[in-house]
């Protein structure tokens, strides 16, 4: 165990004391106790950007089941310390946050911290797992955390439903990927990522590199909300804002671009991988801007804005797999791509994290969030308005915030196209400019409308729940941190390039900086009349004139009809299933116990009849047979005639009667087959058995009166002859074959030296095989109890009727 | 022998799994005991029969049944009187709760869902 484990596992090992801690210290908000855990973490990790900087990596290992394969070991390089940089320092400014957002008095912060931390360790995991089943275990946590936490208002019908939402597709997707997993293990017997990347080209001839590398980008895609995979994202926005702020904008939902990231050696010479996560990433960039223009609630288009920021990075992470194949000049043009990437991720937590935490606060101040309830805050909530002006203002692209660097290098990346000459880059590639543009027009207006409908235009406190006032002062200072790191990284990007964004970007690209290229960060404000200059000028034209016009096209947005969006198909799957799922059980499971006997006998019967035919056993041979003698003829006659007259016997009496003849019959059986104590047991068992059927059915008195006429039932029939016949072939069976000497022997030698004992029988059962009796004594016990308490005990209430007959029982005993 | 008293088994599990799925729960319990019957056979029969004398030691006698099947069978002939009683009570009872001993009538009208 290492220091670098134990941070990882310090959340987990700090949550079971904050039960305690919150009903223990009422007076303290719990979330102060929290905050120390992520605030140790980041400032241990951020201890390691000097290491990761020099080019170098840690790696720890503890041996969990080095049999299989599967050792936690902890790796940190570049992209990992990234995003460990991100959890624990994001995560630190939420719970600080959180704790004047949640009111100690009336939630249950217990839980909610508990989860909090769950998701910390988990998140932590996936990120510094080498070994991917590990990551696998990690990445299925946030998912349970992330449903645990969605759901934390459970009251609230929306939560549960979100929740579910959120479950049912990134499982799906942990699930694919845990196929893809095992996939690539079966290709180089190996579950370690690095050694996955070393040996990238096994991995890139083998016939199932497409299917392995399509169920890891399902993975990948749900859980990084890409489209159709993105409905779960807005449904999520249920949860406390703390929780969309952390988990479902700036870390759970970049597990997916770590992975594609992470991945990316593996898989990048492939064009099919390029072309998948870029389009998949562009046309997700897309429809997520353009669907937030049309939500009402601030959180609704904060998480549109969030699908469609998550798939601007995933087309760049695609993009970037371009590096690989372009040898055109000196200046790796698409390696700024990966930059951008890597850039936007840091930006886009940033300025998306105040953002939410804007909108937790109107919230929390005025009672809605509903932007055609609120306007003209900015004089009551000056604070607020800033902050969210400037994560409004980055995230639209413009200068001289950090997210216009990103948005500059991504519309760059995108215009690349027209000089790469592979996969067809340069011909149905236009389109990805095309959407780029088309994307960024939406995710201006969107952004423009967060404050501006928000904060400016007319005041309608009256429509407000609460009387709106500036939040306190704690309130702030998140999400001011954040606000100042959009300015700060907008003026001053290049303090990252070196520390963080250059060895991440190392560590996506193994070979090339085994090739020696150099990986030249350098995010400049001014670069000349580029055409991404000009791209981004268009934006803001063509934007403000159709934020200006908006009434006169938002009908677009009812063309659709519910049945047919995504979120109508997923609600109908999931009432389908349900239906199918019912009506499917419902045929066999009909509530009759004669239905589930027979698929028991029929299944037992064929599986030994298939067993017989398949190992090829039909074939008897029978030595060394006892002799028989006339009267056990007879006897057997008696035995076989009595059960079969059983069912024929219409009423109760001579039934009891005749299978007192079968027992009698069977402990005769044994005195010639040489088992005496059998036969004493059977003789007495069968007469108190028969005595006690006699005494129940004298207290069943009604029904004896009643003849229940018997109707031969075919099937039944049927199925009883498979059986015994089945039976019979096992005993023959048994018969043939006896390969194996009887362990008997050992007994009967030392019966007597052991022992001390003659009759071998009683010896085994009470010497040798004493726990057996013992438990039998257990079972007996068992049974008596629950006679005695289904006799003594009663708890129905019996109607009046129920009582007279149970009175009239009672007078005749 | 053997083939004789495997025929024999065979007969009783059949009209054992008969009496089974029928709907009476007398003929049920009924069906559950001859089924414990065949069982108890098996497991002798399958051991091999009349292979020496009792399982008793004795001067001159050198030749025994196999006592282990027979440790087994006792075991399960007490078991299978426990079962036998607790589900005769259980009859007993169904029929004081619900005035039937008919199967069908039992079986719940509602789906549970």
């Not at chain 1, 759901?151 to 019908?157: C, I, Q, R």
């Not at chain 1, 499971?589 to 009849?609: C, D, E, K, N, P």
Request: aromatic residues 14%.
């Amino acid at each position: 165990m290492s220091l670098l484990h134990l941070a990882i596992l310090l959340p987990l090992l700090a949550a079971p004391f904050i039960p305690f801690l919150f009903r223990g210290m009422k007076q303290i908000h719990t979330g102060w106790f929290v905050l120390i855990v992520p605030v140790v973490l980041v400032t241990y990790f951020a201890g390691f950007i000097p290491i990761t900087s020099a080019g170098d990596v840690v790696t720890e290992t503890i041996a969990w089941m080095p049999s299989l394969g599967i050792n936690f070991t902890a790796y940190v390089d570049g992209l990992s310390l990234l995003f460990a940089l991100l959890i624990t320092g994001i995560g630190a400014l939420v719970v600080l946050y959180s704790i004047y957002y949640l009111n100690k008095d009336k939630e249950s912060l217990g839980h909610f911290y508990v989860y909090l931390l769950m998701f910390m360790s988990a998140m932590l995991g996936v990120v510094l797992s080498d070994n991917m089943i590990v990551m696998y275990m990690f990445w299925e946590l946030t998912s349970i955390s992330s449903f645990l936490l969605i759901g934390y208002w459970y009251e609230k019908e929306r939560s549960r439903y979100g929740a579910q939402k959120s479950m049912l597709l990134t499982v799906f997707g942990g699930l694919s990927m845990l196929g893809g997993i095992v996939l690539l293990e079966s290709m180089i017997g190996s579950y370690s990522i690095r050694d996955m990347i070393a040996n990238s080209d096994v991995i890139a001839e083998s016939p199932f590199f497409l299917v392995a590398m399509i169920l890891i980008l399902l993975g990948a895609f749900t859980k990084s909300a890409q489209f159709p995979f993105h409905i779960w994202l807005p449904d999520a926005m249920e949860a406390p804002t703390p929780v969309s702020a952390y988990l479902h904008s700036a870390t759970m939902v970049k597990a997916g671009l770590y992975l594609v990231a992470r991945m990316s050696p593996v898989f990048q010479e492939s064009s099919v991988w390029l072309w998948t996560i870029a389009g998949v990433g562009m046309f997700t960039m897309f429809w997520g801007s353009f669907n937030a223009v049309k939500q009402t609630d601030l959180k609704g288009i904060l998480a549109f804005s969030t699908v469609s920021q998550l798939g601007l990075i995933m087309s760049l992470l695609g993009l970037g797999a371009a590096a690989l194949h372009y040898d055109g000049m000196d200046d790796n043009i698409f390696m700024v791509a990966t930059i951008a990437a890597i850039f936007h991720l840091i930006n886009h937590a940033t300025f998306k994290g105040s953002l939410f935490m804007m909108a937790g606060i109107v919230d929390h101040e005025t009672g809605t969030r509903d932007i055609r309830k609120l306007g003209g805050l900015m004089t009551v909530m000056p604070i607020t308005f800033t902050i969210a002006v400037i994560g409004s203002l980055s995230m639209a692209g413009l200068p001289p915030f950090n997210g216009f660097l990103s948005k500059e290098m991504f519309l760059k990346a995108t215009t690349k196209v027209f000089s790469a000459d592979f996969f067809a880059l340069d011909t149905i590639g236009i389109l990805l400019p095309v959407i780029a543009f088309v994307g960024s027009v939406f995710t201006f207006i969107y952004s423009i409308m967060l404050f501006t409908r928000t904060f400016m235009g007319k005041a309608k406190f009256d429509q407000l729940p609460k009387k709106p006032h500036e939040a306190p002062i704690g309130m702030l200072i998140s999400p001011a941190i954040l606000a100042l790191l959009v300015v700060g990284l907008g003026f001053f990007p290049n303090v990252l390039s070196n520390s963080l964004i250059k060895p991440a970007v190392e560590s996506i690209y193994p070979t090339l900086v085994a090739q020696g290229q150099e990986v030249d960060v350098h995010i400049y404000f001014w670069h000349g009349l580029t055409p991404e200059l000009f791209m981004t000028i268009g934006v803001v034209l063509l934007g403000s004139l159709l934020f200006w016009q908006m009434g006169k096209w938002m009908g677009i947005y009812n063309r659709i009809p519910h049945r047919l969006t995504l979120n109508g198909m997923y609600d109908g799957t999931l009432v389908w299933s349900n239906k199918a799922a019912y009506r499917f059980k419902d045929n066999y499971m009909t509530g009759f116990i004669r239905s589930y006997l027979i698929y028991i006998f029929v299944f037992l019967s064929g599986m030994m009849l298939f067993s017989i035919w398949w190992f090829d056993m039909y074939q008897f041979s029978f030595e060394n047979l006892a002799e028989i003698a006339p009267y056990e003829y007879v006897l057997g006659a008696v035995v076989m005639l009595g059960a079969l007259a059983i069912l024929f016997m219409k009423s109760r009496l001579p039934s009891i009667i005749l299978l007192g003849v079968v027992g009698y019959g069977v402990a005769l059986f044994f005195v010639f087959f040489g088992a005496p104590d059998l036969a004493l047991t059977q003789l007495v068992i069968e007469t108190v058995s028969v005595a006690l059927f006699l005494l129940v059915f004298y207290h069943m008195p009604d029904i004896s009166k009643k003849e229940v006429r018997m109707r031969f039932k075919v099937g039944n029939a049927i199925v009883a002859v498979l059986v015994g016949t089945t039976v019979t072939l096992l005993s023959f069976m048994a018969l043939t074959n006896k390969s194996l000497t009887s362990i008997s022997e050992y007994y009967k030698e030392n019966v007597y030296e052991l022992a001390a004992g003659k009759n071998m029988v009683n010896v085994v059962l009470v010497d040798f095989r004493g726990f057996d009796t013992l438990f039998e004594i257990v079972v007996l016990g068992i049974a008596a109890f629950g006679i005695y308490t289904m006799i003594k005990f009663r708890t129905t209430r019996r109607t009046k009727g129920e009582g007279e007959h149970e009175a009239k029982q009672q007078t005749r005993q | 022998m053997e083939i004789f008293v495997s025929i024999i088994i065979g007969v009783l599990t059949m009209c054992a799994v008969y009496l089974v799925l029928s709907r009476s729960l007398l003929r049920i319990i009924i069906g559950t005991a001859l089924f414990s019957h065949a069982a108890h056979l098996l497991v002798l029969t399958t051991a091999g029969l009349k292979t020496g004398a009792a399982p008793v030691l004795v001067d001159g006698v050198t030749e025994f049944t196999d006592p282990l099947p027979q440790a087994l069978v006792l075991t399960a002939i007490v078991i299978s009187f426990g079962v036998t009683a607790f589900f005769l009570v259980l009859a007993y009872r169904t029929y004081q709760e619900l005035s039937t001993d008919n199967m069908e009538e039992m079986k719940g009208t509602e789906s549970y869902d």
